[in-house]
């Protein structure tokens, strides 16, 4: 099993620029999560979904769009990228009262 | 919402000691679970406690649940450097996502 998958590792975005930061899991979980993480901040949950068609906001959502079209795939999108977006960005899934895995992280800089 | 404090922000220990790390809940506390990120990699699951007092070893990990003080400590024995790294706890409320501290950076010297 390859667990949770992010793609890309890395990415540079000029301001304005829009992207998907992709995420893939194939433990048939229902739940999938995005995070980011910056300095001093921890984790932060920006959109989560309980199952394919659901989605729902987080603390830090705006600027983000998700979608849940299958139990595998869960994008982030940045509409229209931002400095204040510059951060690690994670992927997690989950089964309900399980423990979450974890993608390996999307780092991302935007100038 | 549900707040985590983890204290202390940052440890660094010298190898073979042991050390201690706390997390406290601002509300009841349903599922804690720790995790442990070596510096800039992803997160990796070390232990779940769900019952009030219960007690879980990893390794020479060892995390403990109090229901009453809306506490988790996590307690490491005889520190080695493989250990260093960031700690987070997360919980959540029923089926709601984790919610995490802002975690315990550790430092282990020789």
């Known amino acids: 099993n390859a667990g949770v998958t992010q793609t890309p590792k890395f990415q540079v975005l000029k301001t304005g620029q829009s992207m998907t930061l992709q995420c893939a899991q194939d433990?048939?979980?229902?739940?999938m999560s995005w995070y980011r993480q910056d300095p001093g901040m921890g984790l932060r949950l920006i959109h989560y979904?309980?199952?394919?068609?659901?989605?729902d906001q987080g603390e830090v959502p705006n600027g983000y769009n998700v979608s849940r079209s299958t139990t595998e795939d869960f994008p982030l999108r940045l509409l229209s990228a931002a400095p204040s977006q510059t951060s690690v960005y994670f992927c997690?899934?989950?089964?309900?009262?399980?423990?979450?895995?974890f993608g390996s992280g999307t780092r991302l800089t935007v100038v | 919402s549900q707040e985590l404090e983890q204290s202390p922000q940052s440890l660094i220990v010298q190898e073979g000691k042991n050390l201690t790390i706390n997390c406290t809940s601002s509300?009841?506390?349903?599922?804690l679970y720790w995790y442990k990120q070596k510096y800039g990699e992803g997160l990796i699951f070390l232990m779940m406690?769900?019952?009030?007092?219960e007690e879980k070893s990893h390794e020479k990990i060892t995390a403990k649940l109090d229901e009453k003080k809306q506490q988790s400590s996590l307690h490491i024995t005889a520190s080695q450097p493989s250990h260093a790294g960031i700690y987070l706890c997360?919980?959540?409320?029923?089926?709601?996502?984790?919610?995490f501290g802002k975690g315990t950076r550790l430092s282990v010297i020789a």
């Open positions: 997690a899934s989950t089964r309900p009262r399980k423990g979450y895995t």
């Open positions: 433990m048939n979980h229902e739940y």
């Open positions: 979904s309980v199952g394919a068609g659901i989605t």
């Open positions: 509300k009841t506390l349903y599922g």
């Open positions: 406690l769900q019952k009030g007092g």
């Open positions: 997360g919980v959540n409320s029923g089926n709601t996502p984790l919610v």
